[in-house]
């Protein structure tokens, strides 16, 4: 069966670094079709998509926070690890990461779920 | 603000039809398939419609998805109390660099 979690600090100071890696079991990275995204959601607030790779190491990011996200794979550890640069307290959410496949087109077919990590922007 | 519209709120009593909206564009829902999640309380969100109107196995067909132009809807009949949730539409969008987009959400409340 399909897993994630998200693992990661809990708190992090404005202008930092946030690294979170999604460690996931029951399909590989390497098959035609995978991917793995990350969303985000504020308390209270709605569902923000940040960053999504394929198997072929196709990235994928939101234009609104490309400058400060990088997303990587490694597919040997089962791990995907999302950068996101210059944190600010705006940041302060649940974030996700998810398996996608591509089912016919590309698009957010995000089918199974990690149960999400808060993190906190403060000093 | 999010890039696709859907109303803040919705309600129904048990075993009513309700149905929610979700409006974009011609580079997000008019070029490209619909997505639906629900998030109950607490929870991460559940893929409840893909492809605009296909079901996961597992989602009841009380559950279905519908797409017109730049538009969308999810309806629910038979409404339970358990629907209560946060309902999301997605989109893949063509526009600057072809990205995911979601919409602000709609709260369902069961009366």
């Known amino acids: 069966q399909i897993t994630l979690k998200e693992s990661g600090p809990t708190l992090v100071k404005p202008t930092q670094t946030l690294t979170l890696t999604c460690t996931f079991s029951?399909?590989?990275?390497?098959?035609?079709?995978?991917?793995v995204g990350w969303i985000r959601q504020p308390p209270g607030k709605a569902l923000e998509w940040l960053a999504l790779i394929y198997w072929d190491d196709d990235k994928r990011y939101s234009p609104s926070l490309k400058s400060r996200l990088t997303i990587t794979k490694d597919t040997s550890k089962n791990q995907v690890v999302l950068t996101m640069t210059n944190m600010d307290p705006v940041d302060t959410a649940t974030y996700y990461c998810?398996?996608?496949?591509?089912?016919?087109?590309?698009?957010?077919?995000?089918?199974?779920w990690g149960q999400g990590t808060l993190v906190t922007v403060s000093s | 603000q999010s890039v696709l519209t859907q109303p803040p709120s919705a309600s129904g009593t048990p075993g009513q039809r309700v149905t929610i909206s979700c409006s974009g564009s011609s580079s997000n829902i008019g070029s490209n398939y619909v997505y639906w999640y629900q998030q109950l309380p607490g929870t991460a969100p559940k893929l409840l419609i893909y492809r605009n109107n296909q079901r996961p196995s597992g989602v009841p067909d009380r559950f279905s998805g519908s797409k017109s132009g730049t538009s969308a809807s999810l309806a629910i009949s038979g409404l339970r109390s358990e629907d209560e949730a946060d309902y999301y539409c997605?989109?893949?969008?063509?526009?600057?660099?072809?990205?995911?987009?979601f919409g602000g959400g709609t709260k369902l409340t069961v009366l």
């Open positions: 998810a398996h996608s496949i591509i089912v016919g087109a590309i698009g957010p077919h995000f089918d199974y």
């Open positions: 997605a989109a893949w969008d063509d526009s600057l660099s072809a990205h995911v987009v």
């Open positions: 029951g399909f590989s990275l390497s098959t035609s079709g995978v991917g």
